[in-house]
C-alpha cells in the first residue's frame, strides 16, 4: 500500500490477512494465479529466487516511479477525467484475459467487485487529487501509513488481537506523519493534498480488509478485473457529477505528457508490474517481497529529486524515516495471529 502503492490499489489477497499492509501487498494479487509465467520454471531454485527478487523490485520501482508521472500527468488532465481514462485502458487487456471467468459472472461476484472497487476508486481519488496538491515524495510516505492502519482498524472495528510491537510500528508511523506533514508554523499550515492523501491511505487500509473476506469465496481473476472496472466507471461518472456540482471542471490537453502518463499507468504499473509481482511470489518468501516494496517511497523521493528537483528538508526527512520504520517493525515483528484472523463470513 501498497500501491500501496502503491499505488496499493486494486490488491487482490490469495491468503489470509496475518499482517500489516506490506505482507498483504506481499501476498496480493491483481491478476489471477494462472497467469502465464514470464519465466521459466525449471530453473534452478536459485536462480528463480534471484529472478524473484529482480521482479519485484522492478514492481516496485514502476510503482515508485508512477507518482511523478501521474503530478506531471496531471498538469494536462483534470483528476477524474486521468482517472477514468488510465482504468478504462487498464481493463480492456484484463476482460481479454479473464474472459472464461467473466462468463460464469454471479451476482455476488458483481456485489464484491463493486464493494471493493468503491474504496479502491475513493482511495484513488483522494491519492490522486492529492498529489495535485504536494509533492510525489510525501505522498508516497503518507500512503505508506496504510500499512500500519490496517491493524489498527482490524482491532478498533473487529477486535482482533495485535501486538505490542504493531503498536509501536503504530506509534514510530504516526509521528513520522507529523514530522513530514505539519510545518514547523503548526497545524493550520498543513497541506491540503496531505490530508487528501491521508484520506487515501486510510481507504487503502479498509480496502485490504474488506479483500481478505472475499479471496476464498469469488473467482481469482473476475474479482481483479471488476476491482479495476468498478474504478473506471465510477471515475467515468464522476467526471460530468464533478463538472456540474463546480468541483472540477473537466479538463484535457492532449499533450505527449498526458498521453505518455496515461499509458504508462494504465500499461506499465497495471499490465507489467502485478504479474511480475504475481509470479515472484511463488519464488520468493512474503517476508522479502515485503521488505523489497517497502522501496517503493524511496523511489518515488528518487525520481522526484531527479525529474522535479524535490528536496526533503530535514524535518520531513526524520518523518519519512519514521514511518518507513513503522512500516518495517509492524511488518516484521507484528504479525496478527493466524487465530485472530478475519474469516470470509465476518
Not at 95 to 110: C, I, M, N, P, T
Not at 243 to 250: F, K, P, V
Not at 302 to 324: K, N, P, Y
Amino acid at each position: 500500500m501498497r500501491f500501496e502503492s502503491g499505488q496499493a490499489g486494486c490488491l487482490w489477497i490469495t491468503g489470509s490477512l496475518d499482517s500489516t499492509l506490506h505482507e498483504t501487498r506481499a501476498e496480493a494479487i491483481w491478476f489471477s494465479e494462472s497467469f502465464p509465467s514470464p519465466l521459466s520454471d525449471e530453473a534452478h531454485p536459485v536462480t528463480l529466487r534471484f529472478k524473484a527478487h529482480c521482479a519485484v523490485m522492478t514492481s516496485s520501482l514502476l510503482w515508485g516511479v508512477t507518482f511523478v508521472v501521474v503530478k506531471n500527468t496531471l498538469t494536462d488532465m483534470s483528476v477524474f477525467a486521468y482517472l477514468a481514462a488510465r482504468f478504462i485502458l487498464g481493463a480492456l487487456p484484463m476482460a481479454w484475459v479473464y474472459r472464461s471467468d467473466l462468463r460464469k459472472l454471479s451476482r455476488g461476484e458483481l456485489w464484491a467487485g463493486f464493494y471493493v472497487g468503491a474504496v479502491m476508486f475513493g482511495g484513488y481519488a483522494f491519492q490522486t487529487a492529492g498529489i495535485a496538491r504536494t509533492t510525489p515524495s510525501k505522498a508516497a510516505f503518507i500512503t505508506g501509513i496504510s500499512v500500519v492502519l490496517v491493524p489498527v482498524f482490524l482491532a478498533a472495528i473487529w477486535r482482533r488481537r495485535i501486538n505490542a510491537w504493531a503498536w509501536a510500528g503504530v506509534f514510530a508511523s504516526f509521528a513520522g506523519l507529523y514530522f513530514l506533514t505539519v510545518p514547523r508554523q503548526g497545524i493550520h499550515d498543513l497541506n491540503r493534498g496531505d490530508v487528501m492523501v491521508m484520506g487515501c491511505a486510510v481507504l487503502y487500509a479498509f480496502q485490504i480488509i474488506f479483500i481478505s473476506r472475499y479471496s476464498g469465496k469469488y473467482s481469482l481473476g473476475s474479482m481483479s478485473f471488476l476491482q479495476v472496472a468498478w474504478t473506471a466507471g465510477l471515475s467515468l461518472l464522476a467526471v460530468p457529477l464533478f463538472a456540474a456540482t463546480g468541483w472540477e471542471a473537466l479538463r484535457v490537453r492532449l499533450t505527449s505528457q498526458m498521453v505518455f502518463g496515461v499509458l504508462v499507468t494504465a500499461i506499465f504499473t497495471t499490465a507489467i508490474a502485478y504479474p511480475l509481482l504475481v509470479w515472484a511470489q511463488r519464488h520468493t518468501t512474503a517476508t522479502n517481497t515485503a521488505l523489497i516494496l517497502a522501496t517503493e517511497p524511496v523511489y518515488a523521493a528518487i525520481t522526484s529529486f531527479i525529474v522535479l528537483r524535490e528536496r526533503l528538508g530535514a524535518r520531513a526527512l526524520v518523518g519519512a524515516g519514521l514511518i518507513l520504520t513503522g512500516i518495517l517493525v509492524a511488518e516484521l515483528k507484528g504479525p496478527i495471529p493466524a487465530s485472530e484472523e478475519i474469516h470470509h463470513d465476518a
